[in-house]
Nanobody, 115 residues
Framework: VQLVESGGGLVQAGGSLRLSCAAS????????MGWYRQAPRKERELVAQ???????NYADSVAGRFTISRDYAQNTMYLQMNSLKPEDTAVYYC??????????WGQGTQVTVSS
């Protein structure tokens, strides 16, 4: 499974960005997918998850501002980020978990929110 993120960039506080994660390969083995982020000098943390049934889960820090979704026809996952804050600045990673609970990762995309 290969994952490629796009859509990161520089935005002012209060602005919006939409991240995309294009998946390819043995997608039949994929169960849940998610977005993680890692800020400088911090551990990687979960941002949002979505199951094959469409059940979503969000970190408290982004709930109500971010929306995760999947387009199965396009094999793409999205993260719509609204009302961005400087503390959202991080490298955002796409993650896919197989039915055997193996995690695949994308290369990451930088999101920078200026105050």
């Amino acid at each position: 499974v290969q994952l490629v993120e796009s859509g990161g960039g520089l935005v002012q506080a209060g602005g919006s960005l939409r991240l995309s994660c294009a998946a390819s390969g043995s997608l039949f083995s994929i169960n849940a997918m998610g977005w993680y982020r890692q800020a400088p000098r911090k551990e990687r943390e979960l941002v949002a998850q979505i199951s094959t049934a469409g059940i979503t889960n969000y970190a408290d820090s982004v709930a109500g501002r971010f929306t995760i979704s999947r387009d199965y026809a396009q094999n793409t996952m999205y993260l719509q980020m609204n009302s961005l804050k400087p503390e959202d600045t991080a490298v955002y990673y796409c993650q896919a978990r197989s039915l055997a609970k193996y995690d695949y990762w994308g290369q990451g995309t930088q999101v920078t929110v200026s105050s």
